[in-house]
């Protein structure tokens, strides 16, 4: 066995990137604070062509060298907008058609391998590739998504864990979300 090049990964230039076709999830981080976090979330983002981020209240913005560091040019290439609040950014999404879930431990949410996006959307959620449109809210590293959020999310989706901790990095908890909604959605 040998590891693939650079050449034979296909990476996209920055050009290519924006004009491909892109995941239709958008990923909300509800007043982050570490800019490592933000960088990998920024990382994973454009690994699986996520279509925007919001980055809301607290939450650090590029460019910022910390960002930077794990997010290895993610920044330019993954569509990214501010919000004062993750309320503001909530409401733009769910007025766009969006549904909007909280990544959350929390009664009544759904755990991420019983989600189905495409069994709970009906045609009037869907994007133009005929997928759902989906938008994930990610919550502060020790308050998680915060009470006025969850209010107004459309659902919450729960990572099943099995050790004594249940608690994720967000940087970890946003891989394995946006992994397995890709999945479901994209490459199915």
């Not at 996006?117 to 009906?122: D, N, Q, T």
Request: glycine share 6%; charged share 20%; aromatic share 6%.
């Amino acid at each position: 066995m040998r590891k693939w090049s650079m050449q034979e990964l296909g990476r996209k230039s920055i050009a290519d990137f924006k004009e491909a076709p892109k995941t239709p999830l958008v990923v909300v981080l509800d007043n982050i604070r570490s800019m490592h976090n933000v960088g990998s979330v920024f990382r994973t983002a454009d690994s699986f062509l996520v279509e925007k981020m919001y980055l809301c209240g607290y939450t650090p913005q590029p460019p910022h060298r910390d960002i930077n560091k794990t997010a290895l040019g993610a920044t330019e290439t993954v569509a990214w907008e501010y919000t004062a609040t993750t309320v503001e950014a909530v409401q733009i999404l769910q007025a766009q058609g969006f549904k909007v879930y909280a990544v959350e431990q929390a009664e009544g949410a759904i755990y991420l391998d019983q989600f189905d996006p495409l069994a709970i959307h009906s045609s009037t959620d869907q994007g133009l590739s005929g997928a759902p449109k989906i938008a994930i809210v990610m919550g502060n590293e020790v308050e998680g998504v915060a009470d006025e959020v969850l209010d107004i999310c459309d659902g919450c989706i729960e990572i099943p864990q099995l050790g004594s901790k249940h608690s994720l990095n967000i940087s970890v908890a946003a891989g394995i979300i946006i992994w397995a909604i890709t999945e479901r959605i994209v490459l199915k």
